[in-house]
């Protein structure tokens, strides 16, 4: 976005009745106090008659030296300039989602602060002093634009002061640099003619927006990440300024202060520079397609959310766990056949529902499609990831506020010792319909909640008639991990019904629906009922499940079905083996079978 | 791959020194203290030896006081260890409740004591039992009683609850800088390890099948149900030089059995009886099946059974005037004159130590009974017995057979989390970083220690949110365990006894240190226990010669029951022992009832 409103304010000062001659210095209408000595420098004289034409051939010519190290010094003010710009966009829009919006409104707001800055530059009356606070205003800008993604990464998990803070940032940022044009204006119209000053410092200024809006996405994001190409920033910056402090030496005051000032400026900024990867993860940027928007270590996890052009992702300890193109595919197809079929069973819509697992907030995004639910409780053991997913904006807007809900309970604990418990204290609260949403069973400490024992307790908690649903990795890749499942379900005491959906972020994907198993007498001899769903029951807003679809998902193909012995299929251990606490088989089918996808 | 040397093969190794290191505890030649664990705390809590030491240095004072109070019961139970409460158990199930159990502790449950703090409970001695075969028909009685045990399978297996079998995974060695599956370490193997592990796995499985010629296996639990006949040569033979006869050089197989001897028995192979070695390879497989029985464990170890069996036989529970009642020091058993069929045989003198710990003031208290039962170490017999002390002429020589390992015990409290995270990535099982997840048994190769094993494995500690006045930290208990084995057991335990609580921090540590590079970091509290007479030593001879039986016999009116009489530590003989014993009291008080023992 160029900066072409840049207001020349500052300029109009300038303008003079020597305009019009093209050989006169710009300074010469005016004593010059201060700025056009520092293009002198060599002679030690201050031009108090600059008019005189004696002096004129000199002066051009060390002019024609110099001048060019002070355009480029506004070439890097540009670049920085517009380099500040793009970062507020960058990270408003990264951090709260909805690009256009964020980007049009981070830039709009910069750009008043442009003018406001460029507006405040005429109450920079003292002319003798007007070196020394440009180069002050270098050293603010350096400052605050160098740590503004530092301070914007550092504050947008807390999403209560994210955005006023953000805001802050970008007002502070514009209104100084706004400051910046309009006061090397007035710095250098006196050692040029109006017309030639105005269309070189603005050739210079859209020339260095050029750069940077090329630089910025091409090289140093993704070679430095956000952090790092603001501190990169500010470190021009700075160095304009002590850079200035050399060349305008002679119209500064306390230039020994002024150098220090700069020297500190860049320290803070270099520092800053070298423990980035502390302030954020950095690090990560590499190990992820995608930008690294959100990286915290709750006691359990690393949770990580990237940003693409046009999806966000969540990841677990570097696993992915939804993309936010096509989690509605995953969720849909976790949700509503589970609901369905608890209505079938129960005769009744079903109103209390538990979610174990599921801390992002988007299963219960889509049960909370069902008015007939009344009560949602949800077990998941982050305390980190739930208040994520009930604060930040990205994730919040995903899961429609969801765990805002005042139908939504949620509990942070360890699912199995929550059943336990529940089994022990003989709580009778009992569910209609239960949704297992837990990472995939890649550890001993995810793998438990995929037991024998872990479905008993389970049983224990639904009501008559209820219904689970568990997600159960792919039958494509893991196809031996996601039959254990089915039969650990089933020594569990369910009927399973095993079926699968396409979610293009992860394949093909595979989900075990479980009716608990009637015990006793009558479940003598019982064999697994056919599955069936009541018609047009499902809530309206679906774009993956239909009455249709809901029965297709049932379908296997050949090569996700129960491997057999007969088929030749997985010679090595045709007989699946329950995934108990005591062998935890799931986690070393699951480990054998994934190593042969990465 | 280096080879490791061996007890029997060349000179010393990291290792050695390392155990030299440790043998040498508070020897005077300690290195400088480690600066920078400041901020761990913790003490010596155990066991109370100052207690015990009374009875050796107290002299007749002990005694000689007036009896402040009198009590007579059934039966009397001296030591409320896994035996004595077993002892309980049985008597309490043929319907005698009228007995009494004296413990000298706080805490019952003597070497399987349960400890407990703000994050988990946890062990302070033994902390598994094998799911018993269906012989041990008390062992699954208590085990069905508890709700354990549901039942068998067709081969006589025992079923038990999931949830209180040991989780996956079980077992971890930590070799050269890295952790792997099992205890028998398989990287690395050449194929004459391989050969000779197989060697050794043929030799165990042909003691599994041997029996002798009236149908009793040659190795079974308990020790008394088995033929030591059979085999009665292995036990003129320490494991090392067994091993030696078999051809066995590989040094992973013998530190694999050498591990086994001092896990079991706190000794090394080269001092264990190759019978009592055998005995804990064999004893448990039931012929035909080769894979050794799934492990019972909880947080506190074994201490859990305790306290189910302290909940099953105490009434109110532990209280002065209950069934069960620690704090007390017994210091005298007498027989009484026979005063005819029915009477009282025994009076058990002990001094209340609830009303005044210091035994020097603590009010003496007289216990009649019918019949008692001796359910502490054999080694306290001439300390207590009335008659032993009176005329020390006559303590029988066998009783010197008994000797007992020192055990140093640690209980760190640590800030982190015991599993690996909840969503490892796919391949972290087995490949990522220091190797193997952690485990619930953790061992390290190159150490005298055995490891530490891991309170939070059957069940994590919750994570005390900043809300609710924690500090959001994952937090676990570690149990370490050091068989103090190299040298004379005397001396190793007047060291141990001499070991400072600061010596012992920077002892664990250190060992620890090589394995878990953060350990010093996550620390915050390490205790310990020092356990002076830790487990009976099965050294060649005491197995198969009379001092096991002569110690079972009873003595007038007292029977006798404790683990050492089978010469093994186990929980399995103590259960066993505790029972037999309730049983010859209830048919020397003609009660009925239908024996297990």
Sequence with gaps: ????????????????????????????????????????????????????????????????????????????????????????????????????????????????????????????????????????????????????????????????????????????????????????????????????????????????????????????????????????????????????????????????????????????????????????????????????????????????????????????????????????????????????????????????????????????????????????????????????????????????????????????????????EHARKRDPRRWDVAVIDFPDPSSFAVGKLYTTHFYRLLRGALAPGGTAVVQSTSPLFARRSFWCIVRTLEEGGFFAYPYHAFVPSFGEWGYVLAVPRPTGLAAAGQTQPLLDFPSASLPPGLRYIDDAMLRALFVLSPDMRRPTREAGEASDDSELVPNRLNNQILVSYYEREWKRWN | MARLPTASSGGPSRRDVLAAGLASLSAGCLPRRDPGLGHIRGEILGPSDGRGHSLRDGGEGLRGRAIAEQERVDVAILGGGVAGLSAAWRLSRAGLDHFRVLELEDELGGTSRPGENHVTTYPWGAHYLPVPSRNLDALCELLRELDILRGFDAGGRALCREETLCRAPQERVFFKGRWYEGLYLRVGASAEDQRQFERFHDEVSRWVKAVSSDGRRAFSLPRAHSAPEVAAELDQLTMATYLDRLGLSSWRLRWYVDYACRDDFGLRATQCSAWAGMHYFAARLLHGDDSPPEVLTWPEGNGYLVRRLAQHVGDESASRRGRLRPRSLVVDVRALPNAGPGADTVEVLYLDLSQDPDPRKAPLCSLRARRAIWALPAFLRRHVLADYRQRPDSVPAWLQQFTYAPWLVANLTLRRAHAAPVAAAPVSVSARGAGFPPCWDNVLIESPSLGYVVATHQREAPIVPRSQGGDGQPRTVWTYYLPLSDGDPKDERARLLKLSWADARDRVLADLGRAEPTVRRDTERIDFFRWGHGMVRPVPGLLTGAALAQAALPRGGVHFAHSDLSGMALFEEAHHAGVRAAEEVLTALDASFEPWA
Excluded at chain 1, 84 to 100: F, H, K, M, Q
Excluded at chain 1, 156 to 169: D, E, G, T
Excluded at chain 1, 274 to 281: E, G, L, V
Excluded at chain 1, 345 to 364: E, K, N
């Design chain 1, 1 to 420: 976005m160029p900066k072409n409103a840049q207001p020349l304010e500052g300029v109009r000062d300038s303008v003079s009745p020597s305009d019009a001659d093209p050989e006169q210095p710009a300074g010469n209408v005016r004593p010059p106090a201060d700025s056009a000595s520092a293009l002198q420098s060599e002679s030690g004289a201050l031009p108090d008659d600059a008019a005189a034409p004696s002096a004129a051939p000199s002066y051009r010519r060390r002019r024609q030296m110099q001048v060019p190290l002070l355009f480029l010094s506004v070439f890097i003010i540009a670049t920085c300039g517009l380099g500040y710009e793009l970062i507020a966009g960058t990270v408003a829009s990264y951090l709260l989602g909805d690009s256009v919006t964020q980007f049009s409104t981070a830039i709009g707001l910069y750009l008043f602060a442009l003018g406001i800055g460029a507006y405040l530059s005429r109450f920079f009356d003292r002319e003798d002093e007007l070196t020394t606070r440009f180069i002050d205003i270098e050293l603010a800008v350096a400052l605050l634009g160098g740590f503004a993604a530092a301070i914007l990464m550092l504050t947008f998990a807390h999403a209560a002061w994210f955005r006023p803070v953000l805001y802050s940032v970008i007002v502070a940022t514009g209104t100084l640099v706004g400051l910046e044009v309009p006061l090397l204006l007035r710095i250098l119209r006196r050692s040029m003619e109006f017309k030639e000053l105005v269309a070189r410092v603005l050739t210079v200024d859209y020339v260095g927006s050029l750069a940077a809006s090329l630089l910025f996405p091409l090289l140093l994001v993704p070679r430095l990440g956000l952090v790092r190409t603001s501190l990169l920033f500010g470190l021009l910056n700075a160095a304009v300024g002590l850079w200035g402090t050399f060349l305008l030496r002679d119209s500064l005051r306390r230039v020994v202060a002024l150098r220090l000032r700069c020297l500190l400026v860049l320290g803070a900024l270099l520092a800053g520079f070298a423990f980035a990867d502390h302030i954020t993860s950095l690090a990560e940027d590499g190990l992820y397609a995608d930008d690294v928007i959100l990286s915290r270590n709750s006691p359990y996890q690393r949770i990580v959310i990237t940003r693409g052009k046009s999806s966000f992702q969540l990841f677990l300890n570097g696993n992915l766990q939804f993309s936010s193109a096509d989690e509605y595919r995953y969720h849909e197809a976790l949700v509503h056949p589970a609901m369905l079929k608890a209505q079938r069973q129960q005769g009744r819509a079903p109103q209390r529902v538990l979610i174990l697992g599921g801390g992002d907030g988007l299963a219960a995004r889509e049960l909370l499609r069902y008015g007939s639910i009344d009560e949602i409780t949800m077990i998941d053991l982050d305390p980190v990831m739930t208040e994520l997913a009930r604060t930040f904006p990205l994730l919040k807007e995903q899961n429609n506020a969801s765990l805002s809900s005042t139908k939504v309970h949620v509990h942070n604990a360890d699912a199995m010792q929550w059943l336990e």
